[in-house]
């Protein structure tokens, strides 16, 4: 493997070893998130992503120098025989040529060839050259689908994705980057959003029902991320006033429960108050519950779930028939 490696000590912001359901086989799974030049966008109201960059203007050979220091600080800590993918993750976009320079790319892919990739990126980075390359670096045969285009599309409704999130693109947007990407042999996962700032709960589970079902024929992967409180972000800023609740697990398993496909989510934060979070007495059971779920794809586990006693589900049902979204939340 030949790889340019910076004699800069950097480390990624974050990088783990776990484990991600594809297809009927459970993978090891390397995830890697990249410090680098910063989301082109940076105005989405629930993220705070954005200020995870190398600040000033940094020339393209400076910025290369520190990825590929990222990476080389990867390779030393996980050997590359115990993960079979790997997801990668930015700021903003892995495929946008100023925030990740083409010849980190790469290195990118030249590091993981014969891995299965999913790298996230916004639709208007989905490019035929640039995927086109990356595949041909990185694919050696041993996966039908050697990358997979992560796209954050979050909710399928223009008007939420516009006013509740500031994501700047559309549904259309994404479809004709789906397009592109499967034109390629690359594949698709979207991304969705579940409770993004002034929805009540009930309009929340019915966008993500409605988000799915227009959804499935054009990604080949599908994972919910239900909204965490993040800090310095427009979220954060109602919540702190009370005009904000994360949603209730029982909302989450309830979509897993009837979602037209297989859906994996991992509630980060899960039980905590900026967090996914019921009452704190089933919250433990529910969070390991719907993680196991993304693995096993056993719909058995979800409905089991649904049955647990707790008197929070009262609670929730009352939400459900009475929050307003001129009055909510009614609860925290």
Known sequence: MMLMISDLIEKPLASWHGQERYGNEVLECLTIIFKSGGCAWSKCRMCSYRYERYSGQNSPGTLTGYLRAQLAWVIRQHKTEEYDMVKIFTSGSFFDPDEIPPEFLSDVAQTFKGKLVIAETRPEFVETEI???????????????????????????????????????????????????????AGVKAYFLFKPLFLTETEAIADMRTSFADTVVHADMISMNPCTVQRNTEMEHYWKRGAYRPPYLWSILTLLADAPVHVTCDPLGGGRKRGPHNCGTCDYDMVKGIRDYSLNADRDLITALLEIRCECRKEWEYVLSSEKSYCMPLTQ
């Open 131 to 185: 995927i086109s390359r990356f595949i041909d670096i990185l694919d050696d045969g041993t996966w039908k689908t050697p990358l997979y285009c992560a796209l954050g599309l979050e909710t399928s409704n223009d008007g939420i994705r516009e006013k509740c999130i500031n994501k700047g693109f559309t549904f259309l947007d994404f479809k004709k980057a789906a397009a592109l990407a499967h034109s390629v042999g």
